[in-house]
């Protein structure tokens, strides 16, 4: 979330990471969290180990005090472990009633262990063994029951035991940061690598924005940021479809509206001519010509520029289609159509089928089909229309006239924008018609088909998916 204003995406004066920065954060982060928790892991189970040693190594020098013989001493009978045990502080508690009174024997070469009322328990046989930590000398302090109210008493120093720990401590810590900063590189050459083709659809989204190129990207690989770029190519090559359509449009549009306005302009001209003073009237024969020229000009204008905004309309996006009833779409396109068939028959037969689009678009696009037979009829003749599923999930639209048919050479082209076969180029029309009804069919899945009919006129067709009614 960014500041209001800030268009670096910015907040709390802190930029945000780039996507290569957060995958080698992330993989710094994951190999610092699986260091710690191993090194964690390892510290304790070291230092349970050690302590443990420490203590069972005690406690058996402890038990080995008690068993040992006395030895005679200038002064009294001793343990002869005293003898032995330069490596740890070891003596002989006596029994008194409190601490305070308590005698401890200890070797001359060595110092007194420390000891307190759990000792003291000990000697009295009120408690059969001692095992504790001395703070005061940062020892470790056993004590077993050598009989006659007394105990013996061993210490050891702690020392080395939390040297060897804090030398592990710092090994663990120096082999974590080092796998850290190894995890942190390997993240920054995979995010870099990975991220590679990242780079090339910024880099061609940016070419796209500034110079208008549509030039596909290189693909390698097949993981999910190849298939990612083959999308990405693929809505360029739409694209550049979509603009060479339009390119083509124009140009087919302004080269079919060059020859109506010329003659326009031509009979405009002369009218003007003919109305100004001094000029040699036009015979009213001729002045009705070109009024009648006019109108006819006009009239294929108007269809022209109608069908290319249908065009136009039809390639627009919808957000969304609607349930469409088919049999509904052409019955209705056949009432308009018969409202002009003038002495043209229908032949019908219609069956239900349901699918989901544009209803205005499929009833426009079978009224062409329908005016197209109506104009290459003859009079009194029939016009075949059918509605009838294939049995695989399509049905098809299928219009068929009595008229002259289409030439074997024309019928790849029919459904061409502007495309008029020689029989009519001497007919009204714009060359949009049945264009329109291809793009309508291929827009909802479907295809368009040209062929001749039984009759010997045109068969046309229109197949759709959708189920039936």
Known sequence: MTEPGDPHGTRWGTR???????VTLLAAACVAGAVALVSIGAYMVVRSNLYQQLDDGLMARAQAAVDSPQVQTELRQVPGAFLASADLQIGQLNAAPDV?????????????PPFDQ???NVANGDSPESLRTDFRTDSRVVALPSGHGEAIVLAQSMGPTKRTLNELALVLFLIGGAGILVAAAAGTAVARAGLRPVDRLTSAAERVAKTGDLRPIPVSGDDELARLTQTFNTMLGTVADSQERQRQLVADAGHELRTPLTSLRTNLEL????????????????RVDIVADISGQLDELTQLIGDLVELARQDEPRERFERVELLDVVERALDRARRRAGEINFDVSLQPWVLTGDNSSIERAVLNLLDNAVKFSPPDSTVWVRLYPL??????????????GIA?????????RFYRSS??????GSGLGLAI??????????????SRAPEGGALMTIRLPGAPG
Do not use: I
């Open 271 to 286: 009218l003007l001519a003919a109305s100004k003073p001094g000029a040699p009237p036009l015979p009213n024969e001729d």
């Open 423 to 428: 029989e009519a180029r001497t007919l009204p």
């Open 100 to 112: 305070q009174h308590a005698v401890m024997t200890y070797p001359l070469s060595s110092s007194a």
């Open 16 to 22: 945000r990471f780039s996507l290569r920065g957060r």
């Open 408 to 416: 074997e050479e024309d019928l790849p082209k029919v459904f061409d």
């Open 118 to 120: 759990r000792e003291l």
């Open 437 to 450: 009804v291809k793009h309508a069919a291929e827009r909802h899945g479907g295809a368009v088909y040209a």
């Open 391 to 404: 049995g695989d999930g399509t049905a098809v639209v299928e219009v068929a006239d009595a008229g002259p």
